[in-house]
């Protein structure tokens, strides 16, 4: 929200080309038009999209402004998206872990009715996960995008030799981990300097890199 002397390039009522001044002002802010509602006809409903993290990567959610989303007929609709982008509907309520977009009442032909949901987009209580399948016997880097996930759950193709590390990156940052990889060994999650924390096979930890070493904040027992 704009303070009462506001940063944005506002309207004029002398100025001429007021279209393209006011194009650019809503262009700039469309990043909050994400999941949107676009429009409606009779029961399908239409969203713009527009920039959102998925699992760690910046992807695009395009417009669906031609297929839609076929609503319930007769009912309160529940319009949510989950961590890939995807938007869906059900006549139950939001399903924990996804993102409440819209509510939308309906008759037996059209939309009566909607409430906007939306709150954030990095939504709280929706985590992203990173499930890593180890495909040798030997240490891992994760690449940014991998280390951006909260969870990190790791399984391997092969049987592990000997405790593995798992390098991370030292920014300031907290993980839920998960080592269920085959052969019984540890894994050890580090930087590419410092300290790292161990955690054994088939167990859970929460761990925080502090930006020098990575430590540990609770684990299984």
């Not at 390039?9 to 262009?27: F, I, M, P, R, Y």
């Not at 088939?202 to 299984?220: C, E, L, Q």
């Amino acid at each position: 929200m704009a303070s009462s002397s506001s940063n944005l390039v506002l309207l004029v009522q002398s100025q001429s080309g007021k279209e393209a001044t006011a194009n650019a002002l809503w262009n700039s802010m469309s990043q909050a038009a994400l999941f949107s509602r676009y429009s409606s006809s009779g029961l399908i409903w239409y969203y713009y999209g527009g920039t959102m993290i998925v699992d760690g990567v910046v992807t695009q959610i395009a417009n669906n402004t031609s297929t839609g989303v076929t609503l319930s007929a007769s009912a309160t609709n529940y319009i949510e998206a989950d961590r890939s982008g995807a938007v869906t509907k059900n006549t139950t309520g939001f399903t924990p872990g996804r993102i409440p977009l819209y509510t939308a009442v309906t008759n037996a032909t059209s939309i009566t009715s909607y409430t906007d949901c939306r709150a954030q987009w990095n939504p709280s209580g929706v985590a992203g996960k990173l499930a890593r399948v180890m495909a040798s016997d030997a240490n891992i880097t994760l690449t940014q995008d991998e280390a951006n996930n909260d969870i990190l759950q790791f399984t391997s193709s092969v049987s592990l030799t000997t405790t593995r590390n798992v390098v991370v990156p030292l920014a300031a940052q907290q993980w839920t981990v998960y080592n269920g990889t085959t052969g019984a060994q540890s894994l050890q999650f580090i930087g590419a300097t410092g300290t790292g924390i161990t955690v054994a096979n088939g167990k859970r930890a929460i761990i925080y890199s502090d930006g020098t070493n990575v430590v540990r904040v609770t684990a299984d027992a």
